[in-house]
C-alpha cells in the first residue's frame, strides 16, 4: 500500500508560525482530538478504480519551540482500525498478505524536520515505521487554524489554545513489504484539530 494524502491533521503539525499566527505556540504541547482527527489513504484498483478507507484511532502529538526547526511531531496509528466499509475487505487488508496488524499493530511517524514553505504551509520530514519498516516520507502540510477555536465562545471543551492541520504524502506500499503487487502510488491524507495541554 501506498500512503499519500495523509491529511494527519495529525501528524501534521508543524507549521507553526507566521504571520496567520495569531497566538504564540513557543514551548506549547498539542495533542490531538480524536474525534476530530481522520486519517485516509486510497490506492488504485487494477487501474479501473480508485478506493479509499481510513484509520480511525490516530494519536498526534506536537511540541512547539521557539526555533521551528527544532520542534517535534509524533503520530501513532492504530493499525487494527482500518476501515473501509466493506468488512471482507478489511479482514483481508489486516492479514498477512497486506498489513499483518496481528503482527505489526501500530503505525508511527516522528518528524526529523520541518521546513516552512509559506505563511501557513510546511514540509513535515521524518520517519513512517509500518509493517515493521521505517522509510523516510514528506507530509505536505497547511495549518489550518492557531488560536482560540470558533466553537469556544459557546462550548467549554473548545476553549484555550488549539491548532489544526492538513497534510498530505504518498507512499509506495511495497517498500515498506505491504502486498505483493502494486498498485501505484498509495495516497495519504490527515486531518487533525489539536488542543493544548
Not at 496567520?20 to 487494477?46: M, P
Request: aromatic share 8%.
Amino acid at each position: 500500500m501506498v500512503i499519500k494524502n495523509f491529511r494527519i491533521g495529525s501528524l501534521l503539525v508543524a507549521g507553526f508560525t507566521l504571520a496567520c499566527s495569531t497566538v504564540a505556540l513557543a514551548d506549547t504541547t498539542f495533542v490531538s482530538d480524536q474525534g476530530h482527527t481522520e486519517v485516509f489513504f486510497g490506492w488504485s484498483h487494477a487501474g479501473v478504480t480508485r478506493q479509499n478507507a481510513e484509520f480511525t484511532a490516530a494519536v498526534a502529538t506536537v511540541n512547539m519551540a521557539d526555533d521551528l526547526a527544532d520542534s517535534t511531531v509524533e503520530v501513532e496509528i492504530d493499525a487494527t482500525s482500518l476501515s473501509s466499509g466493506v468488512v471482507a475487505l478489511d479482514d483481508h487488508l489486516k492479514t498477512a498478505d497486506f498489513l499483518e496488524v496481528e503482527t505489526y499493530p501500530t503505525m508511527t511517524f516522528k518528524s526529523t524536520s520541518i521546513e516552512v514553505t509559506g505563511e501557513n504551509t510546511m514540509n513535515v520530514v521524518g520517519d513512517l515505521t509500518m509493517h515493521g519498516v521505517t522509510k523516510p516520507v514528506t507530509l505536505a502540510t497547511k495549518m489550518t487554524l492557531n488560536g482560540e477555536h470558533p466553537l469556544g465562545k459557546n462550548i467549554d471543551y473548545y476553549k484555550g489554545q488549539w491548532v489544526a492541520f492538513e497534510a498530505t504524502t504518498e507512499i509506495d506500499h511495497q517498500a515498506f513489504d505491504v502486498g505483493g503487487f502494486s498498485t501505484g502510488p498509495i495516497a495519504i491524507t490527515i486531518n487533525t484539530e489539536m488542543k493544548a495541554k
